[in-house]
């Protein structure tokens, strides 16, 4: 749902003259300057190195629910292929911003007895440490999905659904829980052009980027 909202502002954005999209599979979009590529194992770049140089940002939102997931897939999804996607880039684009999509309640201690958040804070760490031009991490809490955008995962669209009426007493009760799939998307161009004086962004910040 964030690659999603993420991909749609990238196509609209006049500055933007290139974009790449790495995945399990194509997002069956079509744009002049959208190519795609489709790769069964995320944690070996090797066979695709020559398309991955000349970039200045990666949006790393690749993911999974936690939920009924066993921790060892967990942090393969979660840890191991991020660490492989960006050890490859920058290596190949030592220049290039890397924004990392986490999630509130990481734990950059990764002592939390919370599995997600422990993951989470993990990678959060390997990829601040990676000698990037900059690395960020978006932490964003609940996420409205606009323009028609729906998750992959049954549950978060019935979800949404359910709580869609909600969103105005939410944002009015704790503004700086609510963000959007554009605002999000465009918070994250928005580092890669000018950075940010953060690098771990709350939801409050992504708001505030994306405005």
């Avoid at 979009?29 to 140089?53: G, T, V, W, Y």
């Amino acid at each position: 749902m964030v690659g999603q909202g993420l991909l749609r502002e990238c196509l609209l954005d006049p500055d933007i003259e290139a974009v790449l999209t790495i995945g399990r599979t194509p997002t069956g979009q079509k744009h002049p300057k959208l190519r795609e590529l489709a790769r069964s194992n995320l944690l070996d770049f090797s066979a695709i190195e020559s398309d991955l140089s000349g970039y200045d940002a990666c949006f790393f939102c690749f993911g999974i629910s936690s939920a009924g997931t066993p921790e060892p897939e967990y942090e393969r999804i979660t840890y191991s292929i991020p660490v492989a996607a960006a050890q490859t880039l920058v290596r190949l684009n030592p220049g290039m911003t890397f924004v990392y999509v986490s999630g509130r309640g990481a734990d950059s201690s990764e002592k939390s007895s919370t599995m997600w958040a422990r993951i989470k804070g993990k990678a959060e760490n390997a990829l601040l440490a990676m000698p990037f031009k900059a690395t960020y991490v978006f932490r964003p809490a609940f996420i409205q999905p606009l323009h028609g955008i729906r998750s992959r995962t049954k549950i978060y669209n019935l979800l949404y659904v359910v709580f869609r009426p909600m969103v105005p007493l939410l944002k009015a009760i704790a503004p700086g829980s609510v963000t959007t799939t554009q605002q999000l998307g465009q918070a994250m161009i928005a580092v890669a052009k000018h950075g940010a004086p953060k690098r771990v962004m709350e939801s409050a910040d992504i708001s505030r980027f994306g405005a």
